[in-house]
């Protein structure tokens, strides 16, 4: 399993940004699926995840006001649409996947992309 994060960049506060997730080398659907940041010097912490078939999404309180997690089975891709962006925002930003159908942010994930660069300035 590949996964391939896109769509991280510097923005203003109050910006928008939209991350992907491209999964591939994977029967897609049969993956749970989730994202995670990490400030410098800061843990990973889980931001969203969202079930193998999508009907099922969890984002964490301190961003469910601004931030959307989805899924196109379509495009084997996953989203996060981030609004408002704060620099509390400020992160390296990672996809994951786990091969159940649904998952919580607090299990272990067996599939990690290599992160994207959010910048809040």
């Known amino acids: 399993v590949q996964l391939v994060e896109s769509g991280g960049g510097s923005v203003e506060a109050g910006g928008s940004l939209t991350l992907s997730c491209a999964v591939s080398?994977?029967?897609?659907?049969?993956?749970?699926m989730g994202w995670f940041r990490q400030a410098p010097g800061r843990e990973r912490e889980g931001v969203a995840n969202i079930s193998a078939d999508g009907t099922t999404l969890y984002v964490v309180d301190s961003v469910r006001s601004r931030f959307t997690i989805s899924r196109d089975s379509a495009k084997n891709t996953m989203y996060l649409q981030m609004n408002t962006l704060k620099p509390e925002d400020t992160a390296m930003y990672y996809c994951?996947?786990?091969?159940?159908?649904?998952?919580?942010?607090?299990?272990?994930?067996?599939?990690w992309g290599q992160g994207t660069q959010v910048t809040v300035s």
């Open positions: 080398r994977s029967p897609y659907t049969a993956h749970c």
């Open positions: 994951a996947a786990r091969r159940r159908s649904f998952c919580y942010l607090r299990d272990t994930y067996e599939y």
